[in-house]
Nanobody
């Protein structure tokens, strides 16, 4: 089983930045697709960004494109989400997810999930 632990969430003013980090267990991290999801109160969970096992392919939700950047360090078993120009509508619990497949694209069937970290953007 893969264990995922998110960190870096917190409270930030609109226009500010946060960097989320996800630490993953397992020797197969370099062959795993990774993703960030988020869920706001009263809303469905949605994909924020995904990255392939190699890091060469990425996907971003239209709502965050140009503001967020997903990256990974396979030597350290970590995946990060740099969030810039934050908006109040970015407020949500952010979840790290992993899958044994190399790249899922727009598919959402990730096998492993972290506990989530709260991001709150004030206006």
């Amino acid at each position: 089983q893969v264990q995922l632990v998110e960190s870096g969430g917190g409270l930030v003013q609109a226009g500010g930045s946060l960097r989320l980090s996800c630490a993953a267990s397992g020797r197969t991290f370099s062959s795993s697709a990774m993703a960030w999801f988020r869920q706001a109160p009263g809303k469905e969970r949605e994909v924020v960004a995904t990255i392939s096992c190699s890091g060469r392919s990425t996907y971003y939700a239209d709502s965050v494109k140009g503001r967020f950047t997903i990256s990974r360090d396979n030597a350290k078993n970590t995946v990060d989400l740099q969030m810039n120009s934050l908006k109040p509508e970015d407020t949500a619990i952010y979840y790290c997810a992993a899958d044994n497949r190399c790249f899922l694209g727009t598919r959402t069937s990730y096998a492993y999930w972290g506990q989530g970290t709260q991001v709150t953007v004030s206006s």
